[in-house]
């Protein structure tokens, strides 16, 4: 089992910039892909950016030139950076992890972003 847990969201002013922090424990030898999700209320989770083990990244359009995701696999830990924050990033964000020998997948419980006007 692996698990996720997440730091760094909060109350963010539109144009400002924020750092989530997701912090993997437990099986981690397991892990391969690492990435950020997010759900909005009312809309369904959507993808924001996911890195491979070999730092590969893909970016979701909406965040694509103003975010960067990385990964410290010695910490085990892995980052999200988004700059130039929109009233519309405002969401729940989402660690999470694929199991590289399963179909297993790993969830954090979730950090709330709010951006103001």
């Known amino acids: 089992q692996v698990q996720l847990v997440e730091s760094g969201g909060g109350l963010v002013q539109a144009g400002g910039s924020l750092r989530l922090s997701c912090a993997a424990s437990?099986?981690?030898?397991?892990?391969?892909?690492m990435g950020w999700f997010r759900q909005a209320p009312g809309k369904q989770r959507e993808l924001v950016a996911i890195?491979?083990?070999?730092?590969?990244?893909n970016y979701a359009d909406s965040v694509k030139g103003r975010s960067t995701i990385s990964r410290d696999n010695a910490k085990n830990t892995v980052y999200l950076r988004v700059d130039s924050l929109k009233p519309e990033d405002t969401a729940v964000y989402y660690c999470?992890?694929?199991?590289?020998?399963?179909?297993?997948?790993?969830w954090g419980q979730g950090t709330q972003v709010t951006v103001s006007t």
């Open positions: 999470h992890a694929r199991n590289i020998y399963s179909t297993d997948h790993y």
């Open positions: 890195i491979s083990k070999g730092g590969s990244t």
């Open positions: 437990g099986s981690i030898f397991s892990i391969d892909d």
